[in-house]
């Protein structure tokens, strides 16, 4: 599998060795929903909070007699059926949402995830950036330069690219830093969510992500084909 380098301006630059392990799997949905909605919920703040009958202020004294009156019998305001009483059933801090994914599963689905990506042409391999500070300008020209690789990249307004770094870049990440559309990742912590909310995956310096992303898949197989690659 070998697929093309570019250069910032759009211009084809070279062509890398793609290993198997990483974009030549099968689509596997139910793989990829485990680990989506796993991490999904394991980032989910749970900060929702209800107060039981017994945590609501007042309520101390019986509403009223218990016969006579002929209403029906209560002895606390509090109750749930009350307005302003307590609440039956509802949200508590300390339930937790947290799902466990194992290490060889969520590397699995990142690599399926990335395949998938491959396979529908929204992956671009980028030789690199190269900014000297942080600057929009440049960053915004970049982007569309690359729209004559990646057609709508240039005008879709929301989630139009995940850009994937092999290692921290403070100026390219303050470069884009105000693009809503754009958010910069390292390649070590890039997982199957961002890659299927952003429409394109722009791999930076694809030699060094795939030797970060390699690791994480933990393919014996992969780590082999790696070492021996090389770009053209």
Do not use: C
Not at 35 to 50: D, E, K, L, Y
Not at 127 to 132: H, Q, V
Not at 183 to 207: C, F, M, T, W
């Amino acid at each position: 599998m070998d697929a093309k380098i570019y250069d910032v301006k759009g211009k084809e630059a070279g062509k890398i060795a793609l290993p198997e392990a990483l974009f030549g799997q099968k689509w596997n949905a139910d793989l990829v929903h485990e680990v989506v909605v796993s991490m999904q919920s394991n980032a989910r703040a749970g900060t929702a909070h209800t107060k039981f009958r017994g945590e609501v202020a007042g309520g101390g004294k019986k509403p009223w007699k218990q016969k006579g009156t002929g209403r029906a019998r209560h002895g606390s305001s509090r109750s749930p059926i009350w307005v302003g009483g307590g609440v039956a059933h509802g949200p508590r801090t300390e339930k937790s949402y947290a799902k466990k994914i194992n290490k060889n599963t969520r590397g699995k689905a990142l690599a399926v995830t990335l395949s998938k990506k491959y396979a529908d042409g929204q992956v671009v391999f980028l030789d690199g950036f190269s900014f000297e500070k942080p600057q929009a300008k440049t960053a915004r020209e970049i982007m569309v330069s690359l729209g004559s690789v990646a057609k709508d990249l240039p005008i879709k307004r929301k989630n139009a690219a995940l850009i994937v770094l092999p290692a921290r870049d403070n100026n390219t990440e303050l470069s884009f830093r105000n693009f809503g559309n754009v958010e910069v990742v390292q390649a070590k912590d890039v997982n199957p969510v961002e890659v299927l909310s952003h429409r394109y995956v722009i791999i930076a310096r694809p030699g060094d992500v795939m030797d970060v992303l390699a690791k994480r898949v933990a393919s014996k197989a992969l780590l082999a084909k790696n070492t021996n690659q090389s770009v053209k």
